[in-house]
C-alpha cells in the first residue's frame, strides 16, 4: 500500500528537482565558455615558396649608420729601423778614446787611469804567457746612489777579426769590486794578453751593469 504523498513531501521533491536543474544549467555554461574562448590556429590556405623559407637577405649597411665617433682609419707609420742589440748589455754601447773618460749613466764615469805593455806571465791553470797590456781602470760615483762593483766585467778584443785577449791573474791585480759610495772612487787593475803587433787596433771593454751602456776604450796601445 503507497503512504500518502503529504505537501511537505511534494515540496521537497520540487526544491531537489530545481537544484538539480540548476546545477545542470551551471555545468552546460561552464561547458559553453570553455568552447568559445579556445584559441583558434590559423591553418595556412597555401604553402609558403622555396625561395621564401631558404633566402635570407641580409642588409647592406649605409655609410650613414656607421658611428659618428668611430676613429677614422690610422695612416700606417713607416716601419722602425731594426737595430741589433748588444747581447751581452741591452743598454748598448759607447765608445770612446783610450786616454778620454767616458759617463755612461748621470754622475758615474769611468777612465783608463793608466796603460802599460809588459810580459805577461801565467799564475793560473789555463792561462798562456806572453806580450801583455796591463791598465787600471778608475770609476768614479757622483750620483746620489751607491754604486754596486761586484758587477764589473772587463774584457779586451784587438784587430779586424775582434780576436779576443786572454786575462791573466798576476800578482798585484786587484778588480774593481764592494759598493762605490757616492762622492768616491776606485780603481782596478787587470791584464791581458795582446800581441805587440796589434797594439795599433786595442779596444777596453768596460761593463758596470745592465742599466749602463758599456764603455768600449780603442785605440792604441804602448808597444
Known amino acids: 500500500m503507497t503512504s500518502p504523498t503529504t505537501p511537505e513531501t511534494r515540496r521537497r521533491r520540487g526544491l531537489l528537482i530545481g537544484v538539480g536543474v540548476a546545477a545542470l544549467a551551471l555545468v552546460v555554461i561552464i561547458i559553453l565558455a570553455l568552447v568559445l574562448?579556445?584559441?583558434?590556429?590559423?591553418v595556412p590556405t597555401s604553402s609558403p615558396?622555396?625561395?621564401?623559407?631558404t633566402t635570407t637577405s641580409t642588409p647592406t649597411p649605409s655609410p650613414s649608420a656607421a658611428s659618428p665617433s668611430s676613429p677614422?682609419?690610422?695612416?700606417?707609420?713607416?716601419?722602425?729601423?731594426?737595430?741589433?742589440p748588444d747581447?751581452?748589455?741591452p743598454a748598448g754601447q759607447i765608445v770612446a778614446p783610450v786616454d778620454q773618460p767616458s759617463t755612461p749613466s748621470a754622475g758615474?764615469?769611468?777612465?783608463l787611469a793608466s796603460i802599460a805593455a809588459v810580459q805577461g806571465s801565467a799564475?793560473?791553470?789555463g792561462e798562456v804567457a806572453g806580450p801583455a797590456i796591463k791598465f787600471v781602470v778608475s770609476v768614479t760615483n757622483q750620483s746620489a746612489d751607491p754604486l754596486s762593483l761586484d758587477r764589473v766585467v772587463v774584457n779586451v778584443d784587438y784587430?779586424?777579426?775582434?780576436t779576443?785577449?786572454?786575462e791573466l791573474n798576476e800578482s798585484g791585480d786587484v778588480p774593481l769590486q764592494g759598493d762605490l759610495a757616492p762622492g768616491a772612487d776606485a780603481s782596478g787593475t787587470y791584464t791581458f794578453t795582446v800581441p805587440e803587433d796589434q797594439r795599433g787596433d786595442v779596444r777596453i771593454s768596460v761593463f758596470t751593469g745592465l742599466e749602463r751602456p758599456t764603455v768600449v776604450f780603442s785605440g792604441v796601445t804602448p808597444d
Open 108 to 111: 758615474v764615469t769611468v777612465a
Open 72 to 84: 677614422a682609419d690610422p695612416t700606417p707609420s713607416a716601419p722602425a729601423p731594426d737595430v741589433e
Open 123 to 125: 799564475d793560473e791553470p
Open 49 to 53: 615558396s622555396p625561395s621564401a623559407s
Open 37 to 42: 574562448n579556445r584559441p583558434t590556429t590559423d
Open 87 to 89: 747581447p751581452s748589455n
Open 164 to 166: 779576443p785577449g786572454g
Open 159 to 162: 784587430g779586424a777579426d775582434s
